[in-house]
């Protein structure tokens, strides 16, 4: 199995999608991985929309309603017809376990397929349904028909603009150079604790998916810097992992010494003990030979 295949890619794409949505966070929730029934059926990530008169600023969530179900695949994964056929079926699924009947109306559901590349395969079947799928934003296209129950839209993200969604487009092994240098500067600049936590995990497999390109730009001071910036919790962290290590160490040393002085010091009453007993035991004999003398003399 190749090392791209092992990479853990829906946390940091949970991390991106609230990164890009960010603008309006107060307005929005984020479930990952959302179970659906007591078996393992999942939504890689459902959106809500806390706030329903909200006018959502990223691209990404101009088609937003009510609940806003995400499909993510990574860039070896297929998004083909039956991916989207399983994500039409969570989707319904999700509005059918709702406590209240009809609670959730199926025009206040949408869904999202997010990809890295096109999908041909898939747009190709749904013009051959009757179904239009048009470009709204570059990499974004809604699809529309009789036979869609809900709103949809493909996110392809190779095809997003690369300053309106440099975190969507961060989920590649493929970054040049520009991408990279600008995702670092984007990641340093971010203030809020949620924000830095989720470049973070951006970040993280951004970096093992593109060491060569990463290794070229720690040659350019500015972006080694801020590298060095995004780096320092870190390190930091490092740093006092090993101290800790190290004083553990120290300390377990300093403990085996004192359990091995203690043994020396029991030794050592138990020597002195031994020596009070024989000393005791001389001054006994010493006497009864005294006594044995005294009487000698007196026969």
């Known amino acids: 199995m190749r090392e791209f295949e092992k990479t853990q890619w ?13 603008a309006n966070r107060e307005d929005l929730s984020f479930d990952m991985e959302r179970t659906l029934n007591t078996k ?16 959502i ?22 998004l083909g017809i039956d991916e989207y056929f399983k994500t039409l079926a969570y989707s319904c699924l999700y509005k059918a376990v709702c406590p209240m009947v009809d609670g959730i109306k199926a025009e206040d559901v949408t869904i999202s397929l997010v990809r890295e590349g096109k999908p041909v ?8 349904h009757e179904c239009k799928v048009e470009e709204h934003y570059p990499g974004i ?7 869609i129950i809900f709103p949809t839209q493909i996110i392809v993200s190779v095809e997003l603009n690369k300053l309106e969604h440099k975190w969507l487009k961060a989920l590649t092994a493929r970054m040049d150079m520009e991408a990279g240098a600008q995702l670092v500067f984007a990641m340093r600049d971010l203030v809020e604790k949620e924000d830095r936590e989720d470049a973070d995990s951006v970040l993280q497999l951004v970096l093992s998916e593109n ?26 962290a490092a740093v006092t ?24 010091r029991t030794k050592e009453a138990e020597l002195q003990t031994k020596e009070a007993v024989i000393q005791s035991q001389n001054a006994r004999i010493e006497e009864l030979m005294a006594q044995v003398a005294a009487m000698t003399k007196s026969n």
């Not at 059926?41 to 806390?50: E, F, G, Q």
């Not at 898939?122 to 013009?127: A, E, G, N």
């Not at 390109?213 to 810097?225: A, D, H, Q, S």
């Open 241 to 264: 992992a090993v101290a800790r290590e190290k004083d553990a160490v120290i300390q377990a040393k300093e403990a085996e010494l004192q359990t091995k002085e203690a043994v020396i």
């Open 211 to 236: 060491k060569e390109m990463f290794e070229k730009l720690r040659g350019i001071p500015t972006v080694c810097e801020a590298l060095k910036t995004l780096m320092k919790p870190e390190m930091d």
């Open 10 to 22: 829906h946390p940091p794409f949970c991390a991106a999608m609230k990164l890009e949505l960010r």
């Open 57 to 78: 600023e990223n691209e990404i969530g101009r088609i937003f309603e009510g609940h806003n179900i995400f499909e993510y695949k990574s860039p070896e994964d297929e």
């Open 40 to 55: 393992p059926i999942r939504i890689d990530l459902l959106i809500v929309k806390k706030t329903q008169g909200a006018k």
């Open 121 to 128: 395969e898939l747009i190709k079947w749904f013009s051959e």
């Open 141 to 147: 296209y809604y699809v529309t028909g009789k036979q």
